[in-house]
């Protein structure tokens, strides 16, 4: 039942997911350490920052795909066959389709934000994918691995895939204007009385009383009149994409309850075998052919990121240390009247404190030589 492969893909990949975790939490400014352990081995007032070495890595890998964007004339050139028109005109249309084409593309308000995304998923991952929601419409959305599942030991390679499952986030709102018509609706694969049910149990979670009445709700949603908690109260549907025989793909929705027999939606053939229902941008084939042995930018330079935050700290606390006067109390009456007095050219120390004398160790023989701080 697509309900137990979706969730089982997502079970499958539950620690792939706590390694892309680690490496999304370098890139969003983890720092080396645990504040908590250097507070509780004395240590609290060591150096602790997370240099941002990985985000900067990062923003240099996109910058390639930005200028790609912003220098672009024409995202696509047209060419028709030699013999559909004479040479000039011919040359004509395929000029103004390929503008018209980037025209359309700049013109939709999400295309940018959309192509940083897959830009930034398939760089910091190595696997980003754009599906079709709708195979009727060309826009695309975006998921990254975590949001998006393959079975394990599927081969890096978009046309041997049979499944692919997802998980996404609607707003009741959404929901409802799929089905806003019953009957063109039930057409195209939905199933209101489904989604009606999963929008008054959204509104039966809220808090503000059990109701039943869904011209109440259905009122308030047409109205965007709905609570405010319920407005926002994302419901979670999940999606999976069979391959059939005929090389087509059938798509199935549903709600992301264990147990669950009804579907949101379902289309058999939804998608022609020439136009899949989802396009995977994969950095590679790994390194056994399969897709969950991609790995991108974050999971490679994470090893090496760790320890250059700990040597930059460790270099940080060297330098603290040096331009510090280290002095030893001889008992803890000698450190509660510690203090430095100035007579003129002198400074006088108090009785029972002593300076220590030692060696700073020269940083650019040894941690600095290993950085380059241009």
Partial sequence: FPVTITAKMRDDDRESSRARAQVQAMFDGERPYRDSDLIETGQGARSNLNFDEAGFLLESSMSGYVDLFANTDEFLR?????NSFPAPQRMEFESKIGKAFTAMLRSWSSFFHKFLYCCHHFIADGVAVCFYPDHLDWRWHVAKLGDFYFPRHALADPGALELAGSYQKYLPSQLYAYIKNPEEARAVGWDPEAVKEALVATVNSSGNGRTNDWETIQEQLKNNDTYFDVTYKEITVGHLWAKEFSGSWSHYSFLDHSGTKKFLYKKEDKYPAKRPPFVVFAYGIGTNGYFHSIRGLGYKIYPHIQVSNRLRNQVVDSAML??????????EQALADLSLTYYGPYAVLTPG???IERTIPNLSSNAMRYRDWE
């Fill in 322 to 331: 040096s331009s510090s006067v280290m002095i030893q109390p001889a008992d």
């Fill in 353 to 355: 404190n002593k300076v």
């Fill in 78 to 82: 047209i060419r028709l066959r030699p």
